[in-house]
């Protein structure tokens, strides 16, 4: 089974970035059929675990079970407001927290929203390095939704564009990365040792 | 099973007076703490090892050896001893130094230690962290248990023909103890030596513990030294003891609030669902760990933080004697049910012991042969 995880940091209710964030999912859904499985998330109600984590270092269970789900899906739909010319601090936490590696090789698309279209390249001076950065495979079309563009019918072309995107390319992810799990099969020392006397 | 307490050897204002000790005051108090440990009937108490500020524990040994002077009974240990940063060869010396002057009353606990900088200002690189501990520890090994040794590695000078002295005590090196939170890689390089596993286990949640031990002790029967649950495992823990619950959660709550570690964090409340910090009653904090076998299986040595986030020496001391205590019904609680297969925590004398018996074995073999 497929699975899609979107992330929404939008904050008020009813939120323009959890509208966003439900549109992507959708055409997500629609493109993957019936065996995938998108759940959408909202970073919302974790934000005080987000900061306990900053502060403990480690995730609560609720937080951890949030992560986990990232660990697992096969690709991920990660959306935000657009705060002071970039992502949120709760959006960028979130993906602060996330354990070194987690994102490699997995696809992810990525959304904003703001007020005014003036931010629209948020997209890509922001959201996109920062995946890079965490080796994440970007899809080539982001989203981006000024208030304005709930009116116009430009947005839902490119939502399926970009939907489309991240269906095709979920395929074939498992190919680029495998992490291995080292609970469940660890390297054996001896390789280890092998590994530094070469 | 071996009760005990662990220390890091922070230097950390005490939030309700404002007043902080000076690295004197800490340094001196550290040993009185472990006198009073050693007082109540506790069996070990370990030392941290830190190369900055607030920290006054840059020289575990040192310590270690002045606290065996000042003991009978107790057994020293570390919390942690840094193999990454250290020259596995000045641990091979300090350690078996100290082996001699305790008496063998001495083992240790191998870490890494989180400080980013600690690293460079020893000439290490801390993205090499898990193979500095991987290397300097197969160093160390040998260096105990080879009388010469000739040796090449990545990361420190080659040896020729060195020997380390002194030799280990009765030829039995100490027992050593690999710590670590949440590195897999350190669990299995436990299992593979066959040495103890130890998990901090107080800034974690349970499931993190009981995957770590679980992953050790299948490793360990992998390797062949034993079942799974022969496996020598150690935890940490810490609690805030009051004869009544409300007094103990009251007066700690501000050294919680403003721990240096989790403090202006979660709530005290939130901290101690979700970890295994105890602040209460006796009766709590005995039934509190006494479930710790539950996701650990029987263990072998459980050490507890009581001295730490500014809290006075006056308090700890009496956290101690609180402990001593409940220690009789915590002994009695832990040997309930344990099986007999199950090893003790590990001494000098069980080690030298289980050496001469091998022997003896081995050489029943040899004449059968």
């Given amino acids: ?198 | 099973m071996q009760f005990g307490i662990f220390t890091v050897g922070d230097v950390t204002t005490d939030p309700t007076t404002g007043r902080t000790p000076t690295e004197h005051e800490r340094i001196k108090a550290q040993v009185q703490i472990a006198k009073k440990a050693e007082e109540v009937g506790l069996d070990v108490v370990a030392v941290g090892q830190h190369h900055n500020p607030p920290f006054v524990a840059s020289s575990p040994t040192t310590t270690m050896a002045y606290i065996a002077a000042q003991t009978e009974r107790i057994l020293l240990s570390t919390s942690t001893t840094l193999i990454t940063t250290t020259d596995p060869v000045r641990i091979a010396e300090d350690y078996g130094t100290l082996q001699h002057l305790a008496d063998g009353r001495m083992d240790l606990m191998m870490g890494r230690g989180n400080t980013g900088p600690v690293y460079p200002w020893f000439g290490k690189d801390i993205r090499e962290g898990i193979n500095l501990a991987i290397e300097n520890y197969a160093l160390l090994h040998r260096l105990w248990r080879e009388d010469v040794v000739d040796w090449e590695g990545k990361f420190r000078t080659p040896l020729q023909g060195f020997t380390a002295t002194p030799r280990p005590l009765d030829g039995v090196p100490p027992f050593v103890w690999h710590g670590s939170i949440r590195s897999p890689e350190i669990a299995e390089q436990a299992a593979y030596y066959g040495d103890g596993f130890f998990h901090n286990h107080i800034f974690w949640p349970s499931s993190h513990t009981r995957q770590m031990v679980a992953l050790y002790r299948r490793r360990f029967e992998h390797y062949g030294h034993g079942r799974a649950d022969q496996a020598i495992v150690g935890l940490g823990g810490q609690f805030f003891m009051r004869r009544n619950s409300q007094d103990a959660v009251r007066e700690f709550r501000p050294y919680f609030d403003n721990a240096p570690v989790y403090g202006h964090g979660p709530s005290l409340e939130d901290f101690t669902s979700q970890t295994p910090l105890t602040v209460g009653s006796p009766q709590e904090v005995l039934e509190r760990t006494l479930g710790f076998r539950e996701y650990v299986g029987d263990y072998q040595r459980q050490l507890f933080l009581v001295d730490h986030a500014g809290l006075p020496v006056k308090t700890v001391l009496e956290q101690l004697d609180l402990l001593g205590e409940i220690l009789p019904d915590l002994r009695a609680g832990m040997a309930e049910g344990r099986p007999a297969h199950v090893p003790d925590g590990p001494t000098h004398a069980g080690l030298v012991a289980a050496r001469d018996a091998a022997a003896v074995t081995g050489a029943a073999e040899e004449v059968s042969a």
């Fill in chain 1, 1 to 198: 089974m497929t699975r899609i995880l979107a992330v929404s940091a939008g904050l008020s209710v009813p939120s323009s970035t959890r509208l966003l964030t439900e549109r992507l999912a959708d055409a997500v859904r629609a493109d993957l059929g019936p065996d995938a499985e998108v759940e959408l998330v909202e970073l919302r109600p974790l934000a005080h675990a987000l900061a306990d984590h900053l502060l403990t270092g480690f995730p609560n269970a609720e937080l951890e079970e949030v992560l986990e789900k990232v660990r697992l899906a096969d690709g991920l739909i990660m959306v935000t407001p657009v705060f002071s010319a970039s992502f949120s601090g709760l959006f960028k936490t979130f993906v602060d927290v996330m354990e070194p590696g987690l994102l490699i090789g997995k696809p992810v698309l990525i959304g904003a929203t703001a007020g005014t279209s003036r931010h629209s390249l948020v997209l890509d001076h922001a959201l996109r390095p920062l995946f890079a950065y965490l080796r994440a495979v970007v899809v080539p079309t982001g989203v981006f939704a000024a208030t304005e563009d709930f009116g116009d019918h430009g947005l839902e072309q490119r939502v399926e564009r970009a939907a489309g995107e991240l269906a095709s390319l979920v395929g074939g992810r498992r190919a680029l990365h495998v992490v291995r799990d080292e609970f469940a099969d660890p390297t054996p020392f001896a390789d280890r040792l092998r590994g530094l006397s070469t």
